[in-house]
């Protein structure tokens, strides 16, 4: 997977650029801290909503063993 995909390289961006814009180390970590829970409850929030409109099938379907089969 890339590292984009996985904001570990936009969100160290952001870090630099809260150093840079004047903002000390300590805020700057909690800055990151924050848009990191954001982005982690924003894919929890979409699975679970995602498992509630696909709901679970009317029957599950029974996989037979080829070991028994000859």
């Known amino acids: 997977m890339e590292l984009s995909a996985r904001c570990l390289v936009t969100v160290p961006g952001m870090f630099v650029g809260a150093l840079l814009g004047g903002a000390s180390a ?6 990151q801290l924050v848009i990191l829970i954001a982005l982690l409850a924003a894919e929890t929030y979409a699975a679970v909503i995602l498992i509630w409109l696909l709901g679970s099938p ?13």
Not at 26 to 31: H, I, K, V
Not at 58 to 70: D, F, L, T, Y
């Open 26 to 31: 300590a805020d700057a970590a909690r800055f």
């Open 58 to 70: 009317a029957q599950i379907p029974i996989i037979e063993s080829r070991a028994g089969r000859r």
